[in-house]
């Protein structure tokens, strides 16, 4: 696929609770140089008062990486989002959207879609405080929301405030009834409501998520809005970022996982020789080579062999060569199939 003439597009790797972490970023940039990606999402106590050096961690591989905060209090949102900056992450984002039990309790996330006047407070105060951009994460709406009232309000008032940027993942969050995971797949999506934002706000970027599984369905997004970030598919088949920069972007050619195993290896070395452990850095790897011979073999031994004490690279190159070979079993079988018709 080749790159659309429209204006530069924004692919993003959403953020995920546990999962996006910085090994996981530092795969994923293995894969793409242009994909923007997102740290988990780090209250304003966490960042203010917990541990800056394990929390705030990234490696300059990463960028460019944002740093996705959770809070509701405008002084708080404003210090950590300066720590954030200092730090050197790229953008300062406000999740608005995770419809966690943990995060309703703290007045953050989500159930911020029914305060959009103290949503648009909050980014004002973000966006004096650093010169980086501050972007939002947000829902649809929530519970019994007219999601074309609360979205097009929240976002009126936070551009109003300053904010130019808007991640939508494209369902409403019912936060009486739903578990986080159903939050997920459960709503209904409604893609041509976050379009219409674009054509109404044309001044604003849109970026749409939710649900989007492949580049096909990504390119079909980018006719609409200036932006797709992906999340579980990204994750679960990271491969799938191997072909962003040539597709999304029209540059250059697609990675190959493979390389890209190599590339992560001299950071996974790096990682150990400072007391890492392997199963922390592997567990990103498990679905790279989803759909290929032998990605079964390649999950096991990474799961079994990558927690055992003292497990280091040869754990890696044991599995890279069991689906090595079988591949290139594969490819002889193939060619002696062709000679043989």
Same mark, same amino acid.
């Given at each position: 696929?080749?790159?659309? @003439?429209?204006?530069?597009?924004?692919? !993003?790797?959403?953020?995920?609770?546990?999962?996006?972490?910085?090994?996981?970023?530092?795969?994923?940039?293995?894969?793409? !140089?242009? =994909? /923007?990606?997102?740290?988990?999402?780090?209250?304003?106590?966490?960042?203010?008062? $917990?541990?800056?050096?394990?929390?705030?961690?990234?490696?300059?591989?990463?960028?460019?990486?944002?740093?996705?905060?959770?809070? !509701?209090?405008?002084?708080?949102?404003? =210090?950590?989002?300066?720590?954030?900056?200092?730090?050197?992450?790229?953008?300062?984002?406000?999740?608005?959207?995770?419809?966690?039990?943990?995060?309703?309790?703290?007045?953050?996330?989500?159930?911020?879609?029914?305060?959009?006047? /103290?949503? @648009?407070?909050?980014?004002?105060?973000? $966006?004096?405080?650093?010169?980086?951009?501050?972007?939002?994460?947000?829902?649809?709406?929530?519970?019994?929301?007219?999601?074309?009232?609360?979205?097009?309000?929240?976002?009126?008032?936070?551009?109003?405030?300053?904010?130019?940027?808007?991640?939508?993942?494209?369902?409403?969050?019912?936060?009486?009834?739903?578990?986080?995971?159903?939050?997920?797949?459960?709503?209904? /999506?409604?893609?041509?409501?976050?379009?219409?934002?674009?054509?109404?706000?044309?001044?604003?970027?849109?970026?749409?998520?939710?649900?989007?599984?492949?580049?096909?369905? @990504?390119?079909?997004?980018?006719?609409?809005?200036?932006?797709?970030? /992906?999340?579980?598919?990204?994750?679960?088949?990271?491969?799938?970022?191997?072909?962003?920069?040539?597709?999304?972007?029209?540059?250059?050619?697609?990675?190959?996982?493979?390389?890209?195993?190599?590339?992560?290896?001299?950071?996974?070395?790096?990682?150990?020789?400072?007391?890492?452990?392997?199963?922390?850095?592997?567990?990103?790897?498990?679905?790279?080579?989803?759909?290929?011979?032998? =990605?079964?073999?390649?999950?096991?031994?990474?799961?079994?062999?990558?927690?055992?004490?003292?497990?280091?690279?040869?754990?890696?190159?044991?599995?890279?060569?069991?689906? !090595?070979?079988?591949?290139?079993?594969?490819?002889?079988?193939?060619?002696?199939? $062709?000679?043989?018709?």
């Amino acid at each position: 696929m080749t790159k659309i @003439a429209h204006p530069p597009h924004r692919f !993003s790797v959403a953020p995920m609770m546990d999962w996006t972490d910085r090994h996981c970023r530092v795969l994923h940039r293995t894969l793409s !140089s242009r =994909a /923007l990606l997102y740290t988990e999402m780090l209250t304003t106590g966490a960042v203010l008062h $917990g541990d800056r050096d394990r929390l705030l961690a990234f490696s300059p591989q990463e960028h460019p990486v944002a740093l996705q905060l959770g809070g !509701s209090d405008p002084a708080d949102l404003a =210090a950590a989002a300066r720590i954030g900056e200092a730090e050197g992450y790229d953008e300062i984002n406000l999740n608005v959207g995770c419809p966690s039990d943990r995060v309703q309790s703290g007045r953050f996330g989500a159930c911020l879609m029914r305060e959009p006047e /103290l949503v @648009a407070e909050c980014m004002a105060a973000m $966006g004096a405080a650093v010169r980086v951009p501050v972007t939002v994460k947000c829902r649809i709406g929530v519970d019994d929301q007219d999601p074309e009232e609360s979205l097009f309000r929240l976002v009126e008032l936070c551009s109003q405030a300053g904010v130019k940027l808007f991640v939508v993942h494209a369902r409403k969050a019912l936060l009486k009834g739903l578990s986080p995971k159903e939050n997920r797949d459960v709503p209904p /999506l409604n893609y041509p409501l976050v379009w219409r934002l674009k054509r109404e706000r044309p001044d604003l970027t849109i970026v749409i998520n939710g649900g989007i599984g492949s580049l096909d369905e @990504a390119e079909e997004h980018l006719r609409y809005v200036d932006g797709v970030m /992906l999340g579980r598919a990204a994750y679960h088949t990271p491969a799938i970022l191997a072909d962003v920069d040539a597709r999304i972007f029209g540059e250059g050619t697609p990675v190959d996982p493979y390389a890209a195993v190599e590339c992560y290896k001299a950071y996974v070395a790096g990682e150990l020789a400072k007391g890492a452990h392997l199963a922390g850095m592997t567990r990103h790897m498990l679905g790279l080579f989803h759909g290929r011979p032998g =990605a079964r073999t390649w999950r096991r031994i990474l799961t079994v062999e990558g927690v055992k004490a003292g497990a280091g690279l040869d754990v890696i190159d044991e599995a890279l060569a069991v689906i !090595s070979g079988l591949e290139a079993q594969r490819l002889a079988r193939g060619l002696e199939a $062709g000679e043989a018709a």
